[in-house]
């Protein structure tokens, strides 16, 4: 029988290690490579984390709205780009990234 925190260990080291691998490409970029070099990380943690879609955004400064500034998805993923996130969209998940708290679907 596996040992389930073996398992969710080893599953961490994994997912620190492609992060690590990421966060190095990503280091020292000149301005004009940044853009593409983001969205190519995108698909790369689509695909590691086994996800249909990824949004990166941030708070506005008046913290109303979460403002997204790349999305990908994968190929047949038929899903309209947003390009903001307001309170009543997704509550839950607005709350969450405002307390800075972690969620996860599966």
Do not use: W
Not at 30 to 47: G, H, N, R
Not at 77 to 100: A, G
């Amino acid at each position: 029988m596996k040992d389930p925190i073996t398992n969710v260990s080893k599953k961490n080291l994994s997912f620190e290690s492609f992060l690590g691998e990421l966060s190095s490409e990503l280091v020292n970029l000149p301005l004009e490579s940044i853009d593409k070099a983001i969205e190519s990380s995108m698909k790369s943690l689509v695909d590691f984390t086994d996800v249909d879609r990824l949004h990166l955004g941030e708070f506005s400064t008046d913290h109303t709205k979460i403002e997204v500034s790349y999305f990908y998805s994968r190929p047949g993923i038929n899903i309209p780009q947003i390009t903001d996130v307001r309170e009543h969209y997704l509550s839950f998940i607005y709350e969450s990234i405002k307390k800075d708290k972690l969620f996860c679907f599966q």
